[in-house]
Protein backbone atom coordinates (compact mmCIF):
# COMPACT_ATOMS: atom_id res chain seq x y z
CA UNK A 1 0.00 0.00 0.00
CA UNK A 2 1.39 3.77 -0.96
CA UNK A 3 1.19 6.86 0.69
CA UNK A 4 -3.20 7.33 1.86
CA UNK A 5 -2.46 10.90 1.73
CA UNK A 6 -0.21 13.72 1.82
CA UNK A 7 -0.04 14.06 5.56
CA UNK A 8 1.32 10.62 6.03
CA UNK A 9 4.56 11.84 3.84
CA UNK A 10 4.97 15.08 5.20
CA UNK A 11 5.01 13.34 8.39
CA UNK A 12 7.65 10.64 7.42
CA UNK A 13 9.88 13.68 5.62
CA UNK A 14 9.95 15.77 8.92
CA UNK A 15 10.12 12.69 11.58
CA UNK A 16 13.27 11.25 9.59
CA UNK A 17 15.15 14.10 8.36
CA UNK A 18 14.12 14.76 5.01
CA UNK A 19 12.38 17.88 4.80
CA UNK A 20 11.31 21.27 7.02
CA UNK A 21 9.16 23.88 6.72
CA UNK A 22 11.82 27.12 6.11
CA UNK A 23 12.45 29.35 9.07
CA UNK A 24 10.09 27.21 11.30
CA UNK A 25 11.49 28.08 14.66
CA UNK A 26 9.82 32.28 13.28
CA UNK A 27 6.67 30.39 12.38
CA UNK A 28 7.39 29.11 9.28
CA UNK A 29 7.92 30.78 5.42
CA UNK A 30 5.11 29.99 3.43
CA UNK A 31 6.22 28.55 0.13
CA UNK A 32 9.44 27.66 1.37
CA UNK A 33 11.23 23.92 2.38
CA UNK A 34 14.61 23.24 3.72
CA UNK A 35 16.06 19.52 2.80
CA UNK A 36 17.25 17.78 5.99
CA UNK A 37 20.28 15.81 6.28
CA UNK A 38 18.84 12.65 4.82
CA UNK A 39 16.64 15.07 2.23
CA UNK A 40 19.54 16.66 1.02
CA UNK A 41 21.32 13.38 0.28
CA UNK A 42 17.98 12.22 -2.02
CA UNK A 43 18.02 15.44 -3.70
CA UNK A 44 21.62 15.15 -4.69
CA UNK A 45 20.91 11.98 -5.94
CA UNK A 46 18.18 12.47 -8.08
CA UNK A 47 19.79 15.69 -9.35
CA UNK A 48 23.25 13.51 -10.16
CA UNK A 49 21.00 10.65 -11.94
CA UNK A 50 19.48 13.52 -14.32
CA UNK A 51 22.95 14.92 -14.77
CA UNK A 52 24.53 11.19 -15.72
CA UNK A 53 21.58 10.60 -18.30
CA UNK A 54 22.11 14.21 -19.80
CA UNK A 55 25.41 15.07 -19.96
CA UNK A 56 27.67 12.22 -19.24
CA UNK A 57 25.88 9.18 -20.84
CA UNK A 58 25.33 11.36 -24.32
CA UNK A 59 28.21 13.50 -26.09
CA UNK A 60 25.48 15.75 -27.43
CA UNK A 61 25.22 18.02 -24.46
CA UNK A 62 27.12 20.50 -22.65
CA UNK A 63 26.36 21.75 -18.93
CA UNK A 64 25.78 24.90 -17.66
CA UNK A 65 25.61 26.56 -14.01
CA UNK A 66 24.53 30.32 -14.61
CA UNK A 67 24.08 33.26 -11.88
CA UNK A 68 20.37 33.05 -10.69
CA UNK A 69 20.76 37.13 -10.61
CA UNK A 70 19.58 38.09 -13.89
CA UNK A 71 19.72 41.33 -15.73
CA UNK A 72 16.46 43.06 -16.08
CA UNK A 73 17.03 43.13 -19.93
CA UNK A 74 17.11 39.43 -20.63
CA UNK A 75 13.66 38.74 -18.68
CA UNK A 76 11.92 41.77 -21.00
CA UNK A 77 13.47 40.40 -24.08
CA UNK A 78 11.95 37.10 -23.29
CA UNK A 79 8.74 38.20 -22.66
CA UNK A 80 8.88 37.51 -19.21
CA UNK A 81 8.11 41.08 -17.87
CA UNK A 82 4.79 41.28 -20.17
CA UNK A 83 3.27 38.03 -19.63
CA UNK A 84 4.75 35.76 -16.84
CA UNK A 85 2.24 36.43 -14.94
CA UNK A 86 -1.21 35.11 -13.26
CA UNK A 87 -4.70 36.28 -12.82
CA UNK A 88 -4.84 36.90 -9.58
CA UNK A 89 -8.42 37.62 -7.24
CA UNK A 90 -8.53 39.62 -3.93
CA UNK A 91 -11.32 38.88 -1.76
CA UNK A 92 -12.97 41.79 -0.32
CA UNK A 93 -14.32 40.21 3.07
CA UNK A 94 -11.45 37.76 4.35
CA UNK A 95 -8.66 39.80 2.54
CA UNK A 96 -7.07 36.50 1.29
CA UNK A 97 -5.72 36.36 -2.43
CA UNK A 98 -6.18 33.60 -5.08
CA UNK A 99 -5.53 32.64 -8.43
CA UNK A 100 -8.25 33.00 -10.98
CA UNK A 101 -8.00 29.89 -11.89
CA UNK A 102 -8.62 28.55 -8.74
CA UNK A 103 -12.12 30.23 -7.77
CA UNK A 104 -14.57 27.46 -7.76
CA UNK A 105 -18.55 28.99 -8.68
CA UNK A 106 -17.37 32.19 -7.85
CA UNK A 107 -16.51 31.41 -4.27
CA UNK A 108 -13.24 32.24 -2.10
CA UNK A 109 -11.73 29.34 -1.00
CA UNK A 110 -10.91 30.30 2.12
CA UNK A 111 -14.33 32.06 3.33
CA UNK A 112 -16.80 30.96 0.64
CA UNK A 113 -17.78 34.52 0.29
CA UNK A 114 -18.59 35.71 -3.16
CA UNK A 115 -17.85 39.17 -3.14
CA UNK A 116 -14.20 38.99 -4.91
CA UNK A 117 -12.44 41.43 -7.42
CA UNK A 118 -12.19 41.27 -10.96
CA UNK A 119 -9.03 39.37 -12.11
CA UNK A 120 -5.84 41.46 -12.75
CA UNK A 121 -2.32 40.10 -14.08
CA UNK A 122 0.38 39.42 -11.35
CA UNK A 123 3.82 39.11 -11.97
CA UNK A 124 5.60 36.23 -10.65
CA UNK A 125 8.94 37.44 -10.51
CA UNK A 126 10.86 38.53 -7.63
CA UNK A 127 12.82 41.72 -7.90
CA UNK A 128 16.12 42.30 -5.87
CA UNK A 129 18.12 45.67 -5.47
CA UNK A 130 21.68 45.68 -7.00
CA UNK A 131 24.55 47.76 -4.89
CA UNK A 132 24.01 49.85 -1.81
CA UNK A 133 21.79 52.07 -2.71
CA UNK A 134 17.65 50.89 -2.19
CA UNK A 135 16.27 53.16 -4.71
CA UNK A 136 15.30 51.27 -7.13
CA UNK A 137 17.07 52.12 -10.34
CA UNK A 138 19.49 49.05 -10.43
CA UNK A 139 17.90 46.34 -9.88
CA UNK A 140 17.73 42.60 -10.76
CA UNK A 141 15.46 39.09 -11.23
CA UNK A 142 15.97 36.07 -9.36
CA UNK A 143 15.42 33.89 -12.15
CA UNK A 144 12.19 32.77 -12.92
CA UNK A 145 13.22 29.43 -14.87
CA UNK A 146 17.27 27.96 -15.69
CA UNK A 147 16.79 28.57 -19.14
CA UNK A 148 17.52 31.90 -20.23
CA UNK A 149 20.94 31.69 -19.15
CA UNK A 150 21.09 29.02 -21.50
CA UNK A 151 20.29 30.91 -24.52
CA UNK A 152 22.09 34.02 -23.67
CA UNK A 153 24.73 31.91 -22.90
CA UNK A 154 24.17 29.84 -26.25
CA UNK A 155 26.79 31.92 -28.57
CA UNK A 156 29.26 31.40 -26.04
CA UNK A 157 28.87 27.44 -25.31
CA UNK A 158 28.71 27.58 -29.34
CA UNK A 159 32.18 29.39 -29.58
CA UNK A 160 33.95 27.37 -26.55
CA UNK A 161 32.63 23.96 -27.85
CA UNK A 162 32.19 24.27 -31.90
CA UNK A 163 29.34 22.16 -31.30
CA UNK A 164 27.37 21.38 -34.56
CA UNK A 165 22.95 20.95 -34.22
CA UNK A 166 21.72 19.33 -32.96
CA UNK A 167 23.34 19.43 -29.94
CA UNK A 168 21.56 20.89 -25.79
CA UNK A 169 22.74 22.62 -22.78
CA UNK A 170 21.45 21.43 -19.65
CA UNK A 171 21.74 22.91 -16.56
CA UNK A 172 20.43 22.22 -12.93
CA UNK A 173 19.40 24.90 -10.33
CA UNK A 174 17.14 27.59 -8.36
CA UNK A 175 14.68 29.63 -9.80
CA UNK A 176 12.06 31.37 -7.65
CA UNK A 177 8.26 32.28 -8.55
CA UNK A 178 6.24 34.64 -6.12
CA UNK A 179 3.14 32.01 -6.86
CA UNK A 180 -0.17 33.31 -5.19
CA UNK A 181 -0.91 30.11 -3.77
CA UNK A 182 1.61 27.76 -2.57
CA UNK A 183 0.19 24.72 -1.91
CA UNK A 184 0.70 20.68 -1.57
CA UNK A 185 3.86 20.35 0.15
CA UNK A 186 6.47 20.58 -1.97
CA UNK A 187 4.69 20.54 -4.78
CA UNK A 188 4.04 24.62 -5.75
CA UNK A 189 6.61 26.40 -3.47
CA UNK A 190 8.39 30.13 -4.02
CA UNK A 191 11.72 28.55 -4.31
CA UNK A 192 12.37 25.10 -6.04
CA UNK A 193 15.59 23.61 -8.42
CA UNK A 194 14.65 23.02 -11.77
CA UNK A 195 16.48 20.30 -13.79
CA UNK A 196 16.48 21.85 -17.92
CA UNK A 197 17.48 20.87 -20.91
CA UNK A 198 17.56 23.08 -24.25
CA UNK A 199 18.08 20.96 -27.22
CA UNK A 200 18.81 22.91 -30.37
CA UNK A 201 17.62 21.42 -33.72
CA UNK A 202 17.39 22.25 -37.22
CA UNK A 203 13.89 23.85 -37.90
CA UNK A 204 11.64 21.15 -39.85
CA UNK A 205 13.42 18.45 -37.11
CA UNK A 206 11.32 19.88 -34.37
CA UNK A 207 8.64 17.80 -34.09
CA UNK A 208 10.59 14.47 -34.07
CA UNK A 209 12.68 15.98 -31.67
CA UNK A 210 10.05 16.97 -29.36
CA UNK A 211 8.40 13.00 -29.75
CA UNK A 212 11.58 11.63 -28.78
CA UNK A 213 12.03 13.87 -25.73
CA UNK A 214 8.49 13.11 -24.23
CA UNK A 215 9.02 9.43 -24.73
CA UNK A 216 12.43 9.73 -23.40
CA UNK A 217 11.80 11.77 -20.36
CA UNK A 218 8.96 9.43 -19.05
CA UNK A 219 11.53 6.36 -19.57
CA UNK A 220 14.29 8.23 -17.19
CA UNK A 221 11.36 8.71 -14.64
CA UNK A 222 10.38 4.94 -14.90
CA UNK A 223 14.43 4.32 -14.30
CA UNK A 224 13.75 6.55 -10.82
CA UNK A 225 11.03 3.91 -9.56
CA UNK A 226 7.93 6.54 -10.44
CA UNK A 227 5.68 3.29 -11.48
CA UNK A 228 4.14 3.98 -15.47
CA UNK A 229 0.96 3.67 -13.55
CA UNK A 230 1.39 6.87 -12.08
CA UNK A 231 2.59 8.60 -15.07
CA UNK A 232 0.14 10.02 -17.55
CA UNK A 233 0.67 12.68 -20.54
CA UNK A 234 -1.01 15.80 -21.26
CA UNK A 235 -0.94 17.75 -24.76
CA UNK A 236 -1.08 21.31 -23.37
CA UNK A 237 -4.14 22.91 -25.17
CA UNK A 238 -3.10 26.01 -26.98
CA UNK A 239 -4.73 28.27 -24.46
CA UNK A 240 -3.09 26.80 -21.87
CA UNK A 241 0.48 26.98 -23.08
CA UNK A 242 3.49 29.47 -22.25
CA UNK A 243 3.62 32.89 -24.61
CA UNK A 244 7.41 30.85 -26.23
CA UNK A 245 5.53 27.79 -27.04
CA UNK A 246 3.92 25.79 -30.05
CA UNK A 247 3.62 22.49 -28.45
CA UNK A 248 4.43 21.18 -24.93
CA UNK A 249 3.41 18.05 -23.32
CA UNK A 250 3.39 17.59 -19.69
CA UNK A 251 4.17 14.49 -18.26
CA UNK A 252 1.79 14.16 -15.37
CA UNK A 253 2.07 12.09 -12.21
CA UNK A 254 -0.39 10.93 -9.89
CA UNK A 255 0.67 13.05 -6.70
CA UNK A 256 -1.16 12.27 -3.30
CA UNK A 257 -3.00 15.51 -3.99
CA UNK A 258 -4.09 14.50 -7.72
CA UNK A 259 -2.91 14.14 -10.49
CA UNK A 260 -0.61 17.52 -11.83
CA UNK A 261 2.43 18.63 -13.52
CA UNK A 262 5.61 16.56 -12.75
CA UNK A 263 7.78 17.86 -15.74
CA UNK A 264 7.06 20.14 -19.20
CA UNK A 265 8.71 19.17 -22.18
CA UNK A 266 7.75 21.90 -24.62
CA UNK A 267 8.69 22.99 -28.16
CA UNK A 268 10.10 26.81 -27.88
CA UNK A 269 10.70 27.07 -31.69
CA UNK A 270 13.37 29.33 -31.97
CA UNK A 271 11.23 32.13 -30.01
CA UNK A 272 13.74 33.02 -27.79
CA UNK A 273 17.33 32.69 -29.72
CA UNK A 274 15.26 34.57 -32.46
CA UNK A 275 14.04 37.57 -29.32
CA UNK A 276 17.32 37.86 -27.82
CA UNK A 277 19.22 38.39 -31.65
CA UNK A 278 16.35 40.91 -32.14
CA UNK A 279 17.20 42.97 -29.37
CA UNK A 280 20.94 42.34 -29.58
CA UNK A 281 20.52 43.75 -33.58
CA UNK A 282 18.75 46.95 -31.74
CA UNK A 283 20.62 47.19 -28.97
CA UNK A 284 23.75 47.01 -31.43
CA UNK A 285 22.82 49.41 -34.33
CA UNK A 286 24.36 52.75 -32.68
CA UNK A 287 27.60 50.94 -32.04
CA UNK A 288 28.10 49.24 -34.75
CA UNK A 289 27.61 52.33 -37.18
CA UNK A 290 30.14 53.96 -34.99
CA UNK A 291 32.38 51.08 -34.95
CA UNK A 292 31.87 50.29 -38.11
CA UNK A 293 31.57 46.64 -37.66
CA UNK A 294 28.90 43.79 -38.56
CA UNK A 295 29.62 42.52 -34.73
CA UNK A 296 26.24 41.31 -33.80
CA UNK A 297 25.50 39.05 -31.77
CA UNK A 298 24.22 36.44 -33.87
CA UNK A 299 22.20 33.38 -31.61
CA UNK A 300 22.98 31.09 -34.57
CA UNK A 301 25.04 27.88 -35.43
CA UNK A 302 27.01 28.05 -38.99
CA UNK A 303 26.47 24.72 -40.49
CA UNK A 304 30.29 23.56 -41.21
CA UNK A 305 29.22 22.50 -44.98
CA UNK A 306 26.99 24.92 -46.32
CA UNK A 307 27.77 27.75 -44.44
CA UNK A 308 24.53 28.72 -43.49
CA UNK A 309 23.71 30.33 -40.24
CA UNK A 310 20.61 28.72 -38.96
CA UNK A 311 18.54 29.66 -36.22
CA UNK A 312 17.93 26.34 -34.11
CA UNK A 313 14.55 25.22 -32.95
CA UNK A 314 14.43 24.46 -28.91
CA UNK A 315 12.94 21.81 -27.14
CA UNK A 316 12.88 21.91 -23.68
CA UNK A 317 12.03 18.84 -21.08
CA UNK A 318 12.00 21.33 -18.04
CA UNK A 319 11.64 18.82 -14.40
CA UNK A 320 10.79 20.13 -11.04
CA UNK A 321 13.62 18.80 -8.77
CA UNK A 322 11.02 18.89 -5.22
CA UNK A 323 8.17 17.50 -7.51
CA UNK A 324 10.47 14.63 -8.74
CA UNK A 325 11.76 14.48 -4.98
CA UNK A 326 7.38 14.14 -4.33
CA UNK A 327 7.03 11.69 -6.77
CA UNK A 328 9.77 9.16 -5.81
CA UNK A 329 8.88 9.42 -2.51
CA UNK A 330 5.27 9.03 -3.08
CA UNK A 331 6.29 5.68 -5.29
CA UNK A 332 8.39 4.52 -2.76
CA UNK A 333 6.46 4.78 0.55
CA UNK A 334 5.49 1.24 1.85
CA UNK A 335 2.84 0.51 4.43
CA UNK A 336 3.62 -3.47 4.35
CA UNK A 337 1.55 -5.80 6.56
CA UNK A 338 3.97 -8.66 7.34
CA UNK A 339 3.19 -12.01 8.04
CA UNK A 340 3.37 -12.07 11.46
CA UNK A 341 0.60 -9.63 11.82
CA UNK A 342 2.89 -6.65 12.66
CA UNK A 343 3.28 -3.92 9.87
CA UNK A 344 6.16 -1.65 8.73
CA UNK A 345 6.65 1.37 6.36
CA UNK A 346 9.53 0.65 4.12
CA UNK A 347 10.49 3.17 1.53
CA UNK A 348 11.40 1.21 -1.62
CA UNK A 349 13.75 3.47 -2.94
CA UNK A 350 15.68 2.56 -6.00
CA UNK A 351 19.58 2.01 -4.54
CA UNK A 352 21.02 4.92 -6.53
CA UNK A 353 19.07 7.74 -5.22
CA UNK A 354 18.85 6.06 -1.70
CA UNK A 355 20.11 9.09 0.79
CA UNK A 356 22.30 6.05 2.94
CA UNK A 357 23.38 3.24 1.22
CA UNK A 358 24.20 0.98 4.12
CA UNK A 359 23.91 1.27 7.46
CA UNK A 360 26.89 -0.65 9.47
CA UNK A 361 25.50 -1.78 13.12
CA UNK A 362 27.43 -3.30 15.72
CA UNK A 363 25.08 -5.38 17.85
CA UNK A 364 26.04 -4.42 21.15
CA UNK A 365 25.64 -0.36 21.31
CA UNK A 366 29.34 1.03 22.51
CA UNK A 367 30.86 -2.72 22.74
CA UNK A 368 34.37 -1.85 22.03
CA UNK A 369 35.66 -4.81 20.05
CA UNK A 370 31.73 -4.60 17.98
CA UNK A 371 32.62 -0.54 17.67
CA UNK A 372 36.15 -1.24 16.33
CA UNK A 373 35.36 -3.75 13.88
CA UNK A 374 31.72 -1.68 12.55
CA UNK A 375 33.89 1.28 12.33
CA UNK A 376 37.02 -0.47 10.26
CA UNK A 377 33.77 -2.04 7.84
CA UNK A 378 32.46 1.38 7.40
CA UNK A 379 35.24 3.24 6.70
CA UNK A 380 36.10 1.00 4.04
CA UNK A 381 32.70 0.44 2.32
CA UNK A 382 32.51 4.31 2.46
CA UNK A 383 35.65 4.93 0.64
CA UNK A 384 34.37 2.90 -2.50
CA UNK A 385 32.66 6.13 -3.15
CA UNK A 386 28.90 3.99 -3.85
CA UNK A 387 27.47 6.82 -1.51
CA UNK A 388 26.64 7.93 2.33
CA UNK A 389 27.28 4.55 4.44
CA UNK A 390 26.04 5.34 8.16
CA UNK A 391 27.50 4.10 11.34
CA UNK A 392 24.01 2.86 13.62
CA UNK A 393 25.51 2.58 17.12
CA UNK A 394 21.95 2.76 18.75
CA UNK A 395 22.25 -0.82 20.28
CA UNK A 396 18.73 -2.08 19.27
CA UNK A 397 19.23 -4.00 16.08
CA UNK A 398 15.18 -3.78 15.58
CA UNK A 399 14.87 -0.61 16.03
CA UNK A 400 17.92 0.07 13.74
CA UNK A 401 15.97 -2.10 11.02
CA UNK A 402 12.86 -0.33 11.09
CA UNK A 403 14.83 3.06 10.86
CA UNK A 404 16.48 1.95 8.06
CA UNK A 405 13.53 0.83 6.15
CA UNK A 406 11.55 4.20 6.75
CA UNK A 407 14.53 5.79 5.11
CA UNK A 408 15.15 3.26 2.43
CA UNK A 409 18.54 1.79 3.08
CA UNK A 410 18.72 -1.02 1.14
CA UNK A 411 21.51 -2.78 3.16
CA UNK A 412 21.85 -3.42 7.03
CA UNK A 413 25.01 -4.69 7.96
CA UNK A 414 25.33 -6.13 11.22
CA UNK A 415 28.47 -6.76 13.16
CA UNK A 416 27.99 -9.41 15.82
CA UNK A 417 29.70 -11.37 18.29
CA UNK A 418 30.74 -14.06 15.61
CA UNK A 419 32.45 -11.44 13.63
CA UNK A 420 35.06 -11.00 15.78
CA UNK A 421 36.09 -14.98 15.49
CA UNK A 422 34.99 -15.18 11.45
CA UNK A 423 35.36 -11.87 9.88
CA UNK A 424 31.80 -12.54 8.49
CA UNK A 425 28.80 -10.34 8.54
CA UNK A 426 24.94 -10.15 8.50
CA UNK A 427 23.55 -8.61 5.61
CA UNK A 428 20.07 -7.96 5.65
CA UNK A 429 18.13 -6.31 2.57
CA UNK A 430 15.46 -3.84 2.77
CA UNK A 431 12.88 -5.61 0.49
CA UNK A 432 13.05 -8.80 1.06
CA UNK A 433 14.33 -8.49 4.79
CA UNK A 434 16.34 -11.99 4.17
CA UNK A 435 19.58 -12.47 5.57
CA UNK A 436 22.97 -14.13 4.24
CA UNK A 437 26.19 -14.20 6.05
CA UNK A 438 29.12 -12.98 4.08
CA UNK A 439 32.89 -12.80 4.72
CA UNK A 440 34.38 -9.00 5.37
CA UNK A 441 36.22 -9.14 2.35
CA UNK A 442 33.94 -10.10 0.18
CA UNK A 443 31.85 -6.84 1.02
CA UNK A 444 32.35 -4.47 -1.34
CA UNK A 445 31.97 -6.37 -4.08
CA UNK A 446 28.72 -7.64 -3.15
CA UNK A 447 27.94 -3.78 -2.09
CA UNK A 448 28.79 -2.83 -5.42
CA UNK A 449 27.33 -5.74 -7.31
CA UNK A 450 23.77 -5.43 -5.71
CA UNK A 451 23.40 -2.11 -5.74
CA UNK A 452 23.78 -1.36 -9.30
CA UNK A 453 21.36 -4.61 -10.33
CA UNK A 454 18.93 -3.09 -8.07
CA UNK A 455 19.05 0.44 -9.17
CA UNK A 456 18.72 -0.58 -12.94
CA UNK A 457 15.11 -1.71 -14.11
N1 LIG B 1 11.62 26.69 -18.64
C1 LIG B 1 10.30 26.17 -18.73
C2 LIG B 1 9.56 26.24 -17.47
O1 LIG B 1 10.03 26.83 -16.52
P1 LIG B 1 7.38 25.45 -16.29
O2 LIG B 1 6.36 24.44 -16.74
O3 LIG B 1 6.90 26.76 -15.82
O4 LIG B 1 8.38 25.59 -17.51
C3 LIG B 1 8.96 23.59 -15.38
O5 LIG B 1 8.27 24.79 -15.14
C4 LIG B 1 8.87 22.69 -14.18
O6 LIG B 1 9.31 23.37 -13.01
C5 LIG B 1 7.45 22.21 -13.85
O7 LIG B 1 7.10 21.08 -14.60
C6 LIG B 1 7.58 21.87 -12.38
O8 LIG B 1 8.12 20.59 -12.21
C7 LIG B 1 8.60 22.90 -11.88
N2 LIG B 1 7.91 24.03 -11.23
C8 LIG B 1 7.36 25.11 -11.80
N3 LIG B 1 6.84 25.93 -10.87
C9 LIG B 1 7.05 25.35 -9.68
C10 LIG B 1 6.75 25.71 -8.33
N4 LIG B 1 6.14 26.85 -8.03
N5 LIG B 1 7.10 24.85 -7.34
C11 LIG B 1 7.74 23.70 -7.62
N6 LIG B 1 8.07 23.32 -8.87
C12 LIG B 1 7.73 24.12 -9.90
Given amino acids: MTAQNMDELVALCKRRGFLYQSSE ?12 PLGVELKNNLKAAWWSAM ?21 RYSGHEATFTDPLVDCRDCKKRSRADHIVDGKCPFCGSTSLTEPRPFNLMFKTTIGPVEDGAEFAYLRPETAQAIFTNFKNVVDSTSRQLPFGIAQVGKAFRNEITPRSFIFRVREFEQMELEFFVEPGRDEQWHHEWVQRRLDWWREQGVSSNHLSRYDVPEDERAHYSKATVDIMYQF ?4 EELEGVANRTDFDLGSHTKQQAELNIQAQVE ?9 AVQDRTTNQWIVPFVIEPSAGVERGVLAVLNDAYTNEVLEDGKSRIVLRLKPHLAPIKAAVIPLKRNHEGLVEKAQSVRIKLQRLGIGRIFFENSGNIGKSYRKHDEVGTPFCITVDFD ?5 TVTIRDRDSMSQIRLACDELPA ?12
Fill in 256 to 259: PHGV
Fill in 291 to 299: ANTDSTAKL
Fill in 25 to 36: LYGGLQGAYDFG
Fill in 55 to 75: VHERDDIEGLDASILTHPAVL
Fill in 446 to 457: YLIDELQSKSSI
Fill in 419 to 423: TLDSD
